[in-house]
């Protein structure tokens, strides 16, 4: 039996994150991964998918050189060279992390390890019949796919895809319904779109990408509408038949019919299959239940990452492997979630972090918001012919400190987190108006809209 400091389970963002840390503060450290290291995040998720929209925003890019005085003809894609380069990418940064893990000294097992038991000195962990032990464990094993119990689902064969199987099509389809209009679903409908495949939205609430700012959501849903994209708001999915997608929508049955369907209703925790049972760890909504410092109800056993369920970010699951390894390595730490920046990478991209219109009414927060087109910064009508977009800035009304911000237009997701320090940092909108930003870029949007009356 091989003893170590610490055991982590699964090695995606909140796993290598915290192996790596740990790992370059002295401790000793076994990580097991059943897959390919990366997780979801770097093989089947944020990376495949950003590597694919960047190919689309590329070509949309150069169909559309004339509005920035560049002509080119016969301008075309290649799907499957677009796939091929989103593997090479994935395959360039699992080689990273894996490098990254000799260089912190953190021992590497590709393989499916079981927890047994814990006993007075640790957790004792089996993977193909070494067993393995540590004062503690780091659980990190992430989410997969929500399929519903729709009727027809399992029989829809192929046709029925979740994001990792559409991330390996050979084919780009003709036609794509999307269930389920969440992020998942918004980032694949860009893609398809982009490429000019027929896209349906099929989605339950009133509002595509629930959660965000909604008036931001909603100019996303017309752009796309713009761009040929079918949108069904509050449609209920009662059967899939082959390639059939059978609604209800305001009392009445529509079908819509595809190549492929995408089911993008959420992710649900992994808590299954590796032994959780053995140590009596609480579950809360589906996921570990831990505390601020991702402790579980067992002492020396800690969850991070999707498998908590309640912010399934890659950048929360990093965060929170780091608080893990801060607190065991004697620098106190804690979560705090209310600066988690989400974005949403459609082009035009979508970002906010903190409270949204929505949610600090539901509070009882009293706001005010500022807000201004994105034409407002030159750099953005420089580089957005014809384009539009928007920042809200929510401030406390009481001491004027910036309680969220939401984007849309190209680059938000660079600009969003400048507001996250903002947040994190209680600043006051009298604050960021001495901070001097870079002129001429498009983040200048957020001095300017705190600036405005
Ligand atoms: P989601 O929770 O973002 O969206 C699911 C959508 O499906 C919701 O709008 C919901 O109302 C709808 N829905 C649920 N049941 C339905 C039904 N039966 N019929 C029609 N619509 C239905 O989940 P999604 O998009 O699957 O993503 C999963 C997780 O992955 C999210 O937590 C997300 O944050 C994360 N993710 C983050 C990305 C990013 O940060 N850019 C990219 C991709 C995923």
Known sequence: MELFDLIIIGGGPAGYVAAERAGAKGLKVVLFEKKSLGGVCLNEGCIPTKTLLYSAKTYENALHGNLYGVFGDNIRYDFSAMMSRKNKVVRKLVAGVKGKMKQNNVTVVAGEAFIKGRGGDGVEVECAGNSYKAANLLICTGSEAFIPPIPGVRESGDILLTSREI??????????????????????????????SKVTIVEMLPEILGGLDLEISGLLRSHYTKKGVDFNLNAKVVKIDGNRVVFEKYGKTETVEGDKILMSVGRRPVTAGFGLENLGVELFKGGIRVDEKMRT?????FAAGDVTGFSLLAHTASREGEVVVNNLTG?????????????????PEVAGVGETEESAKAKGIRYKVLKLPMAYAGRFVAENEGGSGLCKVIVGEKYGEVIGVHMIGNPSSEIIYGACIAIEQEMTVE?????????????EIFKEAVNCK
């Open 431 to 443: 604050q960021l108006q001495e901070v001097i930003f870079p002129h001429p870029t498009v983040s």
């Open 167 to 196: 991330l390996e099509l050979k084919e780009q389809p003709e036609s794509l319904i999307v269930i389920g209009g969440g992020v998942i679903g918004m980032e694949f409908a860009s893609f398809f779109n982009s490429l000019g």
């Open 331 to 347: 620098k106190k730490d804690m979560m705090r979630y209310n600066a988690i920046p989400g974005v949403v990478y459609t082009n």
């Open 297 to 301: 109800n067992v002492p020396g056993v």
